[in-house]
């Protein structure tokens, strides 16, 4: 089961160097989060796995890392200047600033509050009694329309300089490389477009650790085809389930995942149709991939804005010419980092009645492969111990942690609270000194799961490490 509490996973986080508040000797600000040792390398390794999956196991794949500064103009065609907006209410009474359609959505649910206009969120919040989460009461002004893009300027003087934004998200820099994209690479249909990349989102009530924030990663695909040789609605499937299979090949609780289907009213006015994968946080269900044809909406606006011809010519048969359509599976980068150490915590009562913390992540996404720990600091112990650091370092691509601060125990338990799949102990055994016969040059593997030990020569460990 997913931790009961947030306050358990961020309070590891911290103290494991997982994620660490942004700022924070300078008081922090809020809802910035920064990763640390540990973090940034579960981060990359989430990163690494889908780009693994989604592009270089894919033969109608590529990948692009576009500028998160683009011509203003870009925002302007694909309507985000216009429509890119959520519903802000103020509280008359402490001034705080919220979404009255999220407020709703936890009292109504969802389908209740994606019918209703900004106009109906003021009268709607006061006949349901919805307090302000800042002073609790009810006195709530008129909604008003609220951009989510960050401004800046760009020029040597403000006043002088062109406005930009930063990008709320990734995929416009995809759909404006198209035409660069079919020049140089010659793709037949279907054929996709892969990004991660950082967006930004001036949220008005972020929250829930790293859960939404208004800086954060996405791991996007915009997958072009032919409308009149590909039905959508099989392709649309196929993506949603792969979506789904590669979350629960992670280590995801299919049990703790669900699809959403957005409704009509809900749907962005380009959409054919859009789903969610949500999982249940501790909070409740949320967002955590999404899927969305797009049609052909982003290319035509881009070409009718720009004056370029975004259309793709058929390789045999060049008289015909058409804009294809598009399929946007989306992944959350940091939300996904999230689900994977909320599904691995895990706290658990020993055979002797110890109880330890554990993060149960698969394999795949450990932020460290192998701890190597000499039993003591005994200088033989630890020249040793070094020495086979050294051999696992360059012979394999493992990530090695190599760790003598505190008794044994004390360091298993701390490799179990950050996810360390496998322990190996160097020991006295090892370099001759023990009693026992014939453990000269081996070592003790350690099961993070299982907890299990298990006696190996030092010759064969690293393919038995590969192997595990």
Known sequence: ???????????????????????EIYGGLANTWDYGPLGVELKNRVKRQWWKTFVHRRMDM????????????????????KNFVDPMM?????????????????????EA???????????????????????????????????????THQGVVQDEAA?????????????????????????????????????FRNEITPGNFT???????????ELFFDPSTTQWEPLFEEWKKMQWDWYTSLGLASEHLRFREHAKEELAFYSKRTIDIEYLFPWGWGELSGLANRTDYDLTQHEKASGQDMRFTDPDDATKKFIPHVLEPTFGCDRSVLT??????????????????????????????????????????????????????HETDLTVQFDITGSIGKRYRRQDEIGTPKC????????????????????????????????????????RLKTK
């Not at 890392?65 to 683009?70: G, K, V």
């Open 1 to 23: 089961m997913p931790a009961t509490s947030l306050d358990q996973l961020v309070s590891l986080c911290k103290r494991r160097g997982f994620v660490f508040p942004g700022s």
């Open 62 to 81: 590529v990948g692009v890392d576009t500028s998160i500064l683009m011509n203003s103009k870009v925002w302007e065609a694909s309507g985000h200047v």
């Open 90 to 110: 103020e509280c008359k009474n402490c001034h705080g600033r919220v979404r009255g359609d999220k407020l709703l959505e936890e009292k109504l649910g969802v």
């Open 113 to 151: 509050v994606t019918v209703l206009t900004i106009e109906q969120l003021q009268p709607m919040m006061t006949a349901e009694k919805v307090s302000c989460p800042q002073c609790g009461k009810v006195d709530w002004a008129v909604a008003k329309k609220f951009n989510m893009m960050f401004e």
């Open 163 to 199: 406005l930009v934004y930063l990008r709320p998200e990734t995929a416009q820099g995809m759909f404006v490389n198209f035409k660069s994209i079919l020049d140089t690479i010659r793709p037949r249909l279907p054929f996709g477009v892969a990004q991660i990349g950082k967006a």
């Open 211 to 221: 859960f939404r924030t208004r800086e954060f990663e996405q791991m996007e695909i």
């Open 340 to 393: 994977f150490l909320l599904e691995a915590y895990t706290e658990e009562t020993l055979p002797n009645g110890d109880t330890r913390t554990v993060l149960k992540l698969d394999p795949k996404l450990a932020p460290i492969d192998v701890a190597i720990l000499p039993l003591s600091k005994k200088d033989n112990l630890i020249s040793k111990a070094k020495e086979l650091y050294t051999k696992l370092v």
């Open 424 to 463: 190996i102990t160097i020991d006295f055994g090892t370099i001759g000194e023990d009693e026992a016969q014939g453990t000269r040059d081996t070592v003790t593997i350690r099961d993070r799961d299982t907890l299990k030990q298990e006696r190996v020569g030092i010759d064969s460990l690293i393919d």
